[in-house]
């Protein structure tokens, strides 16, 4: 069973803190990495995605990727009221256009 | 900035009807995807379509389920016979040809009663 594993949380930190959000997976042959935000109710929002191991940024958000520890993590800067959501860990495994695997999300909560 | 679309946003029905939900993907983009979310649980793949035909789908994807490119903006996914257990969030999504990228649409809540 190819799996991505999220802590569920609920992760609470104060506005202004850095929120750090992991994932590992078990697929060694995982290509992409992505991470979606999802409000309550809401469809998946596409945050970000990586596919080479190391830091990507962009804006407040960074994903951070380590192939060989089978680890992605997320790290949102500044973090506001408004990026109170779960974020959803996805892999693409097969390759370009193939299925995405979702983890169960971690809830964050940016309290004021 | 485009879009997917998606109708119903809510549908509800009785066990062993046929639902249709329908989705109309990003202009120009080339991949489709359902995805179902059960209440609580993850995200799960249902089928990928491609040029016209099924490129990959999952165990959840059974005989009951179908999908069609009716014409050139639409793709719907049919239940055939509705079960309880498929009360969920439909997810469509769409990717285009030289991306990675899936974006969702808002979904259609699907209640079974």
């Known amino acids: 069973q190819k799996e991505v594993e999220q802590n569920s949380g609920p992760l609470s930190v104060p506005e202004g803190a850095i929120a750090s959000l992991n994932c590992t997976y078990s697929?060694?042959?995982?290509?992409?990495f992505f991470w979606y935000r999802q409000y309550s109710g809401k469809s998946p929002e596409l945050i970000m995605f990586i596919y080479s191991n190391g830091d990507k940024e962009d804006g407040r958000f960074t994903a951070q990727l380590n192939k060989a520890s089978q680890y992605v993590s997320l790290l949102i800067r500044d973090s506001q009221p408004s990026d109170s959501a779960t974020y959803l860990c996805?892999?693409?495994?097969?390759?370009?256009?193939?299925?995405?695997?979702f983890g169960t999300g971690t809830r964050l909560q940016v309290t004021l | 900035e485009p879009e997917v679309t998606q109708t119903p946003s809510h549908q509800v029905t009785q066990m062993g009807q046929e639902v249709i939900l329908r989705c109309v993907p990003i202009s120009n983009h080339l991949y489709f995807y359902w995805y179902r979310q059960i209440l609580g649980q993850k995200v799960e793949f249902l089928v990928s379509?491609?040029?016209?035909?099924?490129?990959?789908k999952s165990e959840i994807f059974d005989d009951q389920f179908s999908v069609e490119r009716p014409d050139g903006s639409n793709f719907t996914l049919k239940i055939r016979s509705t079960k309880l257990e498929d009360s969920a969030m439909y997810f469509c999504?769409?990717?285009?040809?030289?991306?990675?990228?899936?974006?969702f649409g808002p979904g259609t809540r699907l209640t079974v009663l």
């Open positions: 697929d060694r042959g995982s290509q992409s």
């Open positions: 999504a769409s990717m285009s040809g030289g991306a990675n990228e899936q974006f």
């Open positions: 379509f491609y040029n016209n035909e099924i490129s990959e």
């Open positions: 996805a892999v693409n495994i097969a390759g370009t256009a193939s299925k995405l695997t």
